[in-house]
């Protein structure tokens, strides 16, 4: 992940447009990743391309898998029990703690309002 934006002590999250948003998953292999984030932006790009709905519907259901396959959609990748808060505002969730102790210029890069 960039270091653009503020990622969660633990390595689940990084924040972006002031939410929480769910990391791949560490336990995959380089080719595993690289292979995934590949059919990822074909996925978007046939998204962007496609000439009617049911090709769109079809595009975006090959993006939602290859999340799904990093793991950062579906179920969670951790074991410790910990919910998913992917969406939620730093601030409201189990991090808030973190998110206060951040210093204004790297709370700027995960929340640019």
């Known amino acids: 992940m960039s270091a653009r934006y503020p990622e969660t002590p633990d390595g689940r999250y990084f924040v972006a447009k002031g939410r929480l948003w769910r990391k791949s998953d560490p336990s995959l292999s380089d080719n595993e990743r690289q292979d995934t984030v590949d059919d990822l932006m074909a996925a978007r790009r046939e998204v962007r391309d496609a000439p009617d709905d049911e090709s769109r ?12 396959r990093l793991g950062e959609r579906g179920p969670v990748w951790w074991t410790d029990g910990a919910p ?24 700027a890069r995960g929340n640019p309002d």
């Open 84 to 107: 998913d808060e992917t969406r939620k505002a730093p601030w409201n969730t189990r991090y808030a703690d973190w998110w206060a102790g951040l210093g204004d210029e790297e709370k």
């Open 57 to 68: 519907k079809a595009a975006r259901r090959r993006v939602d898998a290859a999340k799904k």
